[in-house]
């Protein structure tokens, strides 16, 4: 670590060490800021969402499209990369691998020792988040500038990102004039005298701020939302023009990209450019969408890296129901539509993939060892909302219960595993199941009162804020056998 | 109509066995009175879907291979739930599968295409939609998830109610997101439960309604839990139970409202 | 090993389940590419001007005469003291820029970010317009000029021809092939640069040019 820091410094701890799931929530459910923030941004975008999608009368078949063409590419994930990597070296570019967020950060380091650069600009990108770049930067001396208006909201308020498509949507606009007045002068142009919280003004705060950064960088850092295997092309969809900027000014690029961003052809794209832009932004089209194939004689980056990264992603392929969490195009649709999310925000779920996608993808790159990430699949209602809205038809609620059952074969003996084991022995017979109601009939018969109130211990998780019924004085079993003296069945 | 001449065998569900009596008896009612055979196997416990969806695949093995032994003989199966109706068609056929019983599994998939909601039951197989209910007050309809999602009872229930003499639907706003319940999500996660609940109670609230109407007595539980704790006067009740109410049966009882199963 | 190697070897692993089948016959799918959809609009035009203008962008509808003179209309209106036009731009627009008292360059020599940075507007061709979504696709022909030069000046004029205009993305797709097989760049522009990371309220203008003013060709 350098002695001064170059950028601002994101919060203590790593995102895996937080604790589990519903402590977090619950903690996060008490911040009332949060919660209107949430519920105004979800609320507002959940409607203009449905808007543009009613507006294509073959949404469904594009979804199934957007599936067949993500699952052709995966189960054949090995020919496409290759493909993939010979097609961009054929354009110029210099195609590395890497097999961890280690191996990813060296190689960026390195390219950007080689220019001589000690700082960076970033087009928003999920993979270096993952990756945790800009510390690995920071600590190899090299600042790296997030230019994403969100992410320039975050990395100032020495925050974490919440979303996956607005980072900074736990934020509102208060908070950001805030954030922009103390923090933006430290790390370059201030924001101008009398900066309101108008959110036209925040944006040209930001827009002054960052041109100076765009136009003296030598080196961008980018990921990407499609690698298109036949032609050599990467795609950047965006909003802003900081990507533009990114991608087009400095002299050297690097792009960061999963290796389940591949898509076999361009053709391919007029599936996706139809799927992504109504599912994240709820536009028919993002302002701005680039597609650049290698290294362009005259035009932009002069050198051109792509990373191929893995980190966890081949674990996430090894498993056949698991697998189709490598659909995701990242659009967000399913955080928006959360009730879960939109209560508790981003922040609980310990990883940069919050919302549904997060509780099944961040299980599968990670494994299930720490206390969040084995908590992740527990952290939905399995409403299914979210499976309703995917572009790729990802089925989040099948594998939120396939990776349940993961954490319970992969964990031991526990109280709650005794008592399903019995529960599952009890259901096993109707004369079991008769026998064990003859308790539900007697605390019908001795309990006092109407409901069952707030109770200590164990209930206490129900009762707490829920009257529990007082169970009936005879089952209906019972009371089908007695209307039929002993019943047809037996 | 068209009323099946072999026996229904209704699947009551063991939380409503247990807990919610008076929703299967409304649906025996209900289904006698539309002129099916009503029967109930005496063997039949559990959907299992509590142990499928807390993670114990091996735990509800029992439950799937009692609920094929149980139901096989009938034409037709019939549930007061969404949820486990849809645990039955979505879930069974995976464990089947999972637990490499290929003989299993072809049991399973053979019952999954008899297996009904009893909104579905009601408008796809009788071919009814007025089931000559009377219930004489203001509801409003909550879709439940598994209802909603999985099983997929459409706007049938809205049909159902809208045909029920005396019967004022009014609309729920933000009726399609989540109540909150979720099975054990509700205990492992419950702060969550709660606040997403209170959203849906809110909702409930804002529309005046005496009743709120599912077609899933867990969620009702969890919403009329709620209610209950807030003394809100307004009372949770199954579908079947208003479309099983009519004018004669409240004459006789001397009551406007029908009898309730504990107070969920 | 190498990380390659690693990397392939694992995808490979993973994918023991996979039949050793060619890709389209394990997974078909079930999409005509490039058609487009039963109850398109047939007003193709007219749905193109309203969703660009639905972006708060600006379009005007000008006959091949008077295309020169309504370019310099446009900068006139921003009151732009300089323009960039691409060298392989019709010579009559540079000229009626010109009379216009408006500087014009021409990125010949190429022109630093700085002097790209103090350029009032750009002035390019286009390569598609897609009706569906109010979108025009460059592809930095030489009517168009690199990429920077759409990007960094703070008002983009765009000239897009009636033929160049199709019902929607798998079209317009089909259409660019020609340029990516050139490995030609492609930029898509849907109205001018926006955000909505603030409260999800839409403002338009960050850092691509705040205004984006169209002229549409036909006749």
Redesign the interface.
């Known amino acids: 670590m350098s002695a001064v820091r170059r950028t601002p410094a994101p919060p203590p701890g790593d995102l895996q060490d937080m604790p589990k799931f519903p402590k977090n929530a619950a903690k996060e459910l008490r911040n009332t800021q949060l919660r209107k923030n949430l519920r105004h941004a979800t609320t507002t975008i959940r409607e203009k969402r449905a808007n543009v999608v009613a507006e294509l009368p073959h949404w469904e078949q594009l979804r199934r499209a957007g599936e067949a063409i993500k699952n052709r590419t995966l189960r054949h994930l090995d020919d496409y990369l290759l493909q993939l990597e010979e097609s961009l070296t054929r354009n110029g570019a210099i195609v590395h691998w890497a097999s961890d967020a280690a191996e990813a950060n060296q190689i960026v380091i390195d390219v950007a020792r080689a220019k001589g650069a000690d700082e960076v600009v970033k087009v928003k990108s999920m993979a270096t988040q993952e990756i945790d770049l800009n510390e690995a930067l920071e600590a190899a001396g090299i600042a790296a500038w997030e230019t994403d208006l969100a992410e320039l909201i975050v990395q100032l308020g020495h925050d974490r990102p919440s979303h996956i498509l607005v980072p900074a949507i736990h934020r509102n606009r208060s908070e950001v004039r805030e954030i922009f007045t103390e923090e933006m002068g430290r790390y370059g142009t201030p924001p101008p005298d009398g900066l309101t919280d108008d959110p036209a003004m925040l944006a040209g705060a930001a827009r002054v701020h960052l041109r100076e950064k765009f136009l003296r960088a030598k080196v961008a850092v980018s990921g990407a939302n499609f690698a298109v295997a036949d032609s050599g092309t990467l795609v950047v969809v965006e909003s802003e023009g900081n990507g533009r900027m990114c991608l087009t000014l400095p002299e050297t690029l690097i792009s960061i990209v999963g290796i389940e961003k591949t898509v076999p052809t361009f053709d391919d794209l007029e599936v996706f450019l139809q799927l992504l832009p109504r599912s994240s932004t709820a536009e028919r089209m993002n302002p701005y969408t680039s597609m650049w194939s290698g290294v362009r004689e005259g035009d932009g980056p002069q050198e051109v890296h792509v990373v191929l990264l893995d980190n966890g992603r081949t674990k996430v392929l090894a498993d056949e129901v698991g697998r189709q969490a490598l659909r995701c195009i990242r659009c967000s649709a399913c955080l928006n539509i959360c009730p879960v999310y939109e209560r508790v925000g981003g922040h609980a779920y310990g990883s940069v993939y919050p919302g549904p996608i997060g509780a099944i993808l961040t299980p599968q790159l990670r494994g299930t060892a720490s206390a969040v990430d084995a908590s992740l699949p527990f952290a939905s209602s399995l409403c299914g909302a979210c499976y309703e809205v995917c572009p790729v038809r990802i089925n989040i609620p099948e594998v939120l219960v396939h990776l349940r059952n993961q954490v319970v074969e992969s964990h031991g003996p526990s109280v709650e595993g005794t008592i399903m084991k019995a529960g599952g022995w009890v259901m096993g017979d109707g004369r079991r199941l008769a026998l064990v109601q003859k308790g539900s009939e007697l605390a019908g018969r001795v309990l006092p009162g109407e409901v069952i109130g707030p109770l200590p211990g164990p209930a206490a998780g129900w009762t707490g804020a829920r009257d529990l019924p007082k169970p009936p004085t005879q089952t209906f079993r019972d009371w089908w056998v007695a209307e039929h003296q002993g019943g047809r069945d037996e | 109509m068209n009323v099946p001449t072999s026996t229904v065998a209704l699947f ?1 569900t ?1 939380i ?6 008076e929703t ?2 409304a649906v025996v009612r209900l289904l006698e009175r539309l002129g099916c055979r009503v ?8 959907c ?1 879907q ?14 799937v ?2 609920f094929v032994d ?1 139901f096989e003989r009938y034409d037709y199966v019939v549930g007061p739930s969404g949820s486990c109706v849809g645990s039955v068609r979505d ?1 069974h056929p ?1 464990l089947a599968h999972r637990h490499g019983d290929p003989g299993l599994q072809r049991r399973v998939e053979a019952i999954v295409a008899k297996t009904y909601d009893l909104s579905e039951f009601l408008v796809d197989v009788l071919g009814v939609t007025d089931v000559g209910a009377y219930f004489p007050h203001r509801v409003t309809y909550h879709p439940t ?2 209802s ?3 099983t997929k009872v459409g706007d049938r229930p809205y049909r159902l109610l809208s045909a029920v003499r005396g019967l004022t639907l009014v609309e729920l706003p933000n009726a ?3 109540c ?19 959203d849906k109670v809110r909702a409930v609230l804002d529309t005046g309604a005496e009743y709120v109407v599912t077609g899933d007595n867990s969620c009702l ?2 919403i ?3 209610l ?2 807030m003394r809100a006067g307004v009372t949770p009740i199954h579908l079947a139970e208003i479309l099983a109410s009519t004018e004669d049966a409240l004459v006789a009882a001397g009551a406007t409202a029908p009898q309730q ?4 | 090993m190498s990380s390659r190697d690693a990397v392939l070897g694992r995808v490979r692993a993973a994918l023991a389940d996979v039949p050793a089948v060619p890709a389209a016959e394990d997974v078909a799918i079930d999409w005509e590419y490039g058609q487009r959809p039963a109850g398109a609009a047939d007003d193709t035009l007219g749905l193109f001007v309203e969703r660009v203008e639905d972006y708060r962008a600006e379009v005007s509808w000008v006959t091949p005469a008077e295309v020169a003179a309504r370019i310099a209309d446009a900068l006139g209106d921003h009151e732009v003291t300089s323009a960039v036009v691409p060298s392989g731009a019709p010579q009559d627009w540079r000229d009626a820029i010109a009379a216009r008292g408006i500087r014009v360059l021409t990125d010949e020599p190429v022109l630093s970010h700085a002097e790209l940075d103090g350029t009032g507007a750009v002035v390019t061709a286009s390569r598609v317009g897609i009706a569906e979504t109010g979108t025009i696709v460059l592809d930095h022909g030489p009517d168009q000029g690199r990429r920077a030069l759409s990007l960094v000046p703070d008002l983009h004029v765009c000239v897009i021809r009636a033929e160049q205009v199709v019902a929607d993305v798998p079209e317009a797709v089909a259409r660019l092939r020609p340029s990516i097989d050139a490995r030609q760049p492609l930029t898509w522009i849907s109205g001018p640069s926006a955000t909505s990371d603030i409260e999800l309220s839409r403002v338009e203008g960050v850092h691509g040019p705040r205004t984006l003013r169209v002229l549409l060709v036909d006749g």
């Open positions: 009551a063991c409503n066995d247990t807990m919610f009596p299967p008896k029967d109930f196997p005496l063997q039949q416990t559990c299992g509590m142990f499928t969806n807390t993670g114990y695949f091996r735990e509800a093995m029992p439950s291979r009692n149980t879930q995976m998830c598994h909603l999602r999985v399609q997101q989540c909150g319940f979720g099975g054990t999500f509700s205990l492992k996660n419950s702060d969550v439960s709660v606040a997403m609940g209170t539980m969890h009329g839990g709620l209950s704790r199963g504990g107070s969920r």
